[in-house]
């Protein structure tokens, strides 16, 4: 794993100033799901796991706990600024790398873990095939990715927000982001041969939470680009992130799937 220039097809900027803060609203909305998910893996003592795109490290740092000391984790990114504090921890391994084009270890992980990360890639049966490679066999592929049509359904309207979402999700769209990126997952983890099984879940996100307050961040990020491109205009977007802030109202997230393949063969993780 060696250094490589920055992506070029990822959406967000990794050095926004209120990227960190957009990615740990992020872990508000999804780490309840995940590590539910990871736990009923039987993730534990001993595991060998590989977190990529590991972003601002909730997911990694979890499985650093639970695999305790004998186990390991690697964490891995483009931008590894954030996993200052996970690399200090003697289980833990954070190096910078690029899904795109950089192998991996092979045959080398219990447990490969990766979320909101493959959906923004532009060759993803190239990644799949990267990370199968890198599962020891009889270990466990667990991707996350969106599908992104139920953003801010809401009891209020039956078009609360989408105009935003329509220009928003556009314009991501033309940057390389798959809008219907978990339902891609899962047909590329069984043409990779594994038995798998999927599932999604959505979150009901109350106006002025922390959870909303990704999305408003993501409105923020958004905002030059959808007004650049005349979708929308600034009175629209204030608007939008006025009822984003309103305590009063609720609206649904995208739905994450949830994909988990495991590779044949082997012993079960862990041993
Ligand atoms: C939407 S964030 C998700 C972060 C984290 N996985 C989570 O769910 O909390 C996407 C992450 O993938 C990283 N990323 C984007 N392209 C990547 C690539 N080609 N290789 C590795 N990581 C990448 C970004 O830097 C960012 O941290």
Known sequence: MTSAPASQSYVFDPVWEKE????????????????????????????????????????????????????????????????GALARLPQVDVVRHDLREEELPEAAFDLVHSRMVLQHLPDRAAAVARMVRALRPGGVLFLEDTDSSTLFRSFLSEDFLQDVRAAGYGLM?????????GHVDLQLVLAAGLEATAEGRAVMVRGGSDQARHYM???????????????????????????????????????????????????????
Not at 173 to 181: A, K, L
Request: charged share 25%.
């Open 173 to 181: 769209r033309e940057s390389g982001h798959d809008p219907r990126g």
């Open 20 to 83: 960190t803060e957009r990615l740990r609203t992020n872990e508000a909305i999804w780490d309840p799901g995940t590590l539910e998910r990871l736990a009923a893996l039987g993730v534990g003592p001993g595991w060998n796991c590989l977190e990529i795109g590991a972003g601002s490290g909730s997911v990694a740092s979890w499985l650093a706990d639970r695999v305790g000391p004998d186990g390991r984790v690697l964490a891995t990114d483009l931008q590894t600024d954030r996993l």
């Open 217 to 271: 961040l993501w409105l923020e990020f958004m905002r030059p680009r959808i007004v650049g491109a005349g979708l929308l205009d600034d009175a629209r977007i204030d608007a939008a992130l006025a009822d984003m802030a309103d305590p009063a109202h609720h609206w649904l997230s995208q739905v994450l799937i949830s994909t988990v393949g495991r590779r044949a063969g082997g012993a079960e993780p862990g041993r």
